[in-house]
């Protein structure tokens, strides 16, 4: 069902991405799916809803949240970037105040990994800066435990490696040229441990990953464990 306009009127996917962190793609699927009434009513797609309407989604009321907020966090290695703990393993949600636990990570890092991850409350922006279709330039500093051939530095950023996901190909530079262990990795894609994965699979463990940019945003100065306030918009 749609409700009747008004002047102040809203898109309710717009609504549902502020309120709960979505992209609005992810609020359009909660709506097809009937998951999403308004004053009682199941809405239909592409629906407006107006000021002091009641929404419920999944039986639970909708509150209005804070304004939309984005952190940059340098994330040491040694935790993880889930709000519940995994084991005995720390989060990342330790190390941050309480009034940030509600914001999302945009995409993760792995437990052994460290640097840039952007927390946020902006559903859009998480999906403008994680979908594929944008291809955002991503960094990170690389030690492996022994030198790189030439031969596989040649393979993994002319033809890619092929993994069970699919190729896998990033640019390489090295960060010394005293050594061949060391390298900065530029990508695009983001799968999961696809770095450790494609080294791995040439016979090579990588010992430290270390995130350094992640599309417009650089880690800059930020100590280990700590955040900086950032406007993303």
Not at 43 to 52: K, M, S, Y
Not at 72 to 84: E, L, Q, T, W
Not at 128 to 136: D, S
Request: aromatic share 8%; glycine share 8%; proline share 4%.
């Amino acid at each position: 069902m749609s409700l009747p306009e008004s002047d102040k009127t809203l898109r309710l996917n717009k609504y549902l991405a502020l309120h709960l962190g979505l992209s609005r793609r992810e609020a359009d699927e909660y709506i097809e799916r009937g998951y999403v009434k308004v004053n009682g009513i199941v809405i239909d797609l592409g629906a407006r809803i107006n000021e002091g309407d009641e929404v419920i989604v999944n039986g639970k009321p909708v509150t209005a949240s804070a304004d939309l907020q984005y952190l940059a966090f340098n994330k040491p290695a040694g935790y993880v970037c889930s709000r519940r703990s995994q084991g005995d393993l720390p989060t990342i949600y330790e190390l941050l105040p309480p009034e940030y636990h509600s914001l999302k990570t945009v995409g993760r890092l792995d437990f052994n990994s460290s640097g840039l991850i952007i927390l946020t409350n902006d559903g859009d922006f998480t999906y403008r800066l994680t979908h594929p279709k944008f291809a955002k330039t991503k960094i990170y500093n690389v030690r492996l435990d022994r030198d790189l051939e030439p031969l596989h530095q040649q393979m993994i950023s002319d033809y890619g490696v092929q993994l069970e996901d699919g190729p896998s190909k990033m640019t390489l530079e090295r960060l010394s040229d005293d050594n061949r262990d060391e390298w900065k990795v530029v990508m695009t894609e983001g799968r999961n441990r696809q770095i450790r994965r494609t080294f791995a699979s040439l016979g090579y463990e990588v010992k430290k990953l270390h995130r350094t940019n992640f599309g417009n945003y650089s880690i800059g100065d930020i100590r280990p464990g700590k955040f900086e306030i950032v406007d993303m918009r």
